[in-house]
């Protein structure tokens, strides 16, 4: 099943991960494009996307995962979108299917993928707040309306927009498992104090994200 779609991944200082969710989306043929937008890494994270021969994106600073995803949405006409993390493990082709297939055929307008019996941890988190998923399938359509209506979170709460604009406006959703799927924690990237203060500023800018509503 073929109808032009473009993967899109932000990514900030994933140089350890993103080769992990490369391997798997070169691999799959629903995908036409591949889109990595380095959000300022300063790391070897475009270094080793450029050895997959996708399109890069690089920022000259971290500007948040929100101005990240909107960026790589101006390198492509692709009328579905899938975004995904960059700190994926475990994602395989038959989960990429299950994200873009019921939107190939017009079953839904956009899906969540849910980590599920991957990690305790990660699992729990999904399962309280499930519209906050970074692995998402969505029409274009959506999203370019968005942009035009609303404005464009650029941080965290980027999730949150894209969710609570799909229910006020009555779009059609699935929630996609994601069987044995989890993705590296903050503080295993970064450190604790880091990890720590960067969970903490994600929390922020998600509850900024909830204030306008």
Request: hydrophobic residues 40%.
């Amino acid at each position: 099943m073929r109808m032009n779609v473009t993967t899109i991944i932000p990514a900030y200082n994933e140089g350890k991960n993103i080769g992990q969710v490369l391997t798997t989306i070169c691999s799959v043929d629903m995908i036409d494009k591949i889109i990595v937008v380095s959000d300022g890494s300063i790391d070897d994270t475009v270094e080793v996307a450029k050895t997959f021969g996708v399109d890069i994106v690089e920022l000259d600073k971290n500007y948040g995962k929100g101005f990240a995803m909107k960026t790589g949405l101006n390198y492509t006409k692709s009328p579905i979108i899938l975004f995904l993390d960059a700190d994926l493990k475990g994602i395989q082709p038959y989960h990429i299917n299950a994200l873009l297939e019921p939107i190939c055929l017009d079953m839904v307008d956009m899906t969540l993928g849910i980590f599920n019996e991957g990690r305790g941890v990660t699992d729990l988190a999904q399962r309280v707040t499930p519209f906050l998923t970074g692995q998402r399938g969505v029409k274009k359509s959506i999203l370019d309306e968005i942009q035009e209506k609303n404005g464009w979170s650029e941080g965290f709460g980027v999730e949150l927009m894209l969710t609570k604009h799909a229910i006020e406006n009555q779009l059609r959703i699935l929630e996609v498992p994601l069987q044995h799927v989890s993705h590296a924690m903050k503080e295993e990237k970064m450190g604790l104090t880091k990890g720590v203060a960067s969970r903490l500023k994600m929390y922020w800018e998600i509850a900024k994200e909830l204030n306008k509503y």
